[in-house]
């Protein structure tokens, strides 16, 4: 009976060793599986050309057009005439939200479009009132060319772009350069787009000295230039004055003496 029992169990574990038994896997281990999979799969991120899209992602600066047409902005002044119907002639300043009121219509944003938009905007409008309308549009304010000067410079601010300036001369025109500046170091931003600034170093320190300005950048009109503080600048604060060391150094020297 021993014998007989012993080949019963070693039949049974040849069979298993022969033909193993696969155990089908439960819902809740697929379900795992498939989560698994799905947050292992890479996202795409998805890109635009157009800044103005929102909800979608920029990863790199938007396509420029090499002269862009002046936009309207807040406070910029204009005329518009109607050859045909001059009692609808009238002068519109933006206001701060981009709208201008309009006779006979109600308002009508216009903050950011080129003139040649505004016109075909403000043909759309008064379509309603009047067939084919005939518009001359005249921008009499608007914001000048500009250029901003920062940092370590003895008159900082806000200056009228006229002609063709670099980037050393705006220092000059801000004043020169303060002895606190790292002028090897000056950063010069400029917008690509409503998203992106570029921002390029100029080591002014190399061009003075080697006396070559083949490096000096030429500002465009919103460009501002930089000029950081020097490492002895930062720290000038809270170094004693050299007054209060001489007068230490004198009373000492008196003390000794009466000693």
């Not at 021993?2 to 896997?25: G, Q, S, Y």
């Not at 219509?105 to 403000?122: A, F, I, M, N, P």
Request: aromatic share 8%; glycine share 6%.
């Amino acid at each position: 009976m021993k014998e007989l029992k012993m080949m019963a169990i070693e039949t049974a574990m040849l069979m298993l060793l022969l033909f193993p038994v696969v155990v089908p896997a439960s819902d809740d281990n697929s379900k795992k599986s498939v989560q698994a999979e799905t947050q292992q799969a890479p996202v795409e991120r998805v890109q635009t050309l157009d800044p103005r899209k929102q909800g979608q992602v920029l990863d790199h600066p938007v396509l420029q057009q090499r002269t862009p047409r002046y936009r309207l902005r807040y406070g910029d002044v204009i005329e518009l005439k109607f050859p045909l119907t001059p009692e609808f002639d009238q002068k519109v300043t933006i206001h701060p939200d981009g709208f201008i009121p309009l006779v006979g219509l109600s308002d009508v944003h216009v903050e950011g479009q080129t003139e040649s938009e505004l016109l075909e905007s403000l043909r759309a409008a008064y379509a309603k009132l009047l067939k084919n309308p005939i518009i001359n549009i005249n921008l009499i304010d608007f914001e000048k060319p500009y250029f901003i000067v920062g940092g370590q410079v003895k008159n900082p601010g806000k200056f009228d772009l006229r002609g063709d300036t670099s980037a050393t001369q705006a220092v000059n025109i801000a004043g020169g350069l303060t002895e606190d500046a790292k002028h090897s170091q000056v950063v010069l931003f400029h917008r690509v787009s409503d998203e992106w600034v570029s921002a390029t170093q100029l080591d002014m320190k190399k061009m003075f000295n080697s006396h070559d300005l083949s490096e000096d950048l030429h500002l465009q009109p919103g460009d501002m230039v930089f000029v950081p503080k020097s490492f002895m600048g930062k720290i000038k604060p809270f170094l004693p004055r050299t007054d209060t060391l001489m007068w230490m150094g004198i009373y000492s020297s008196a003390g000794t003496t009466r000693h």
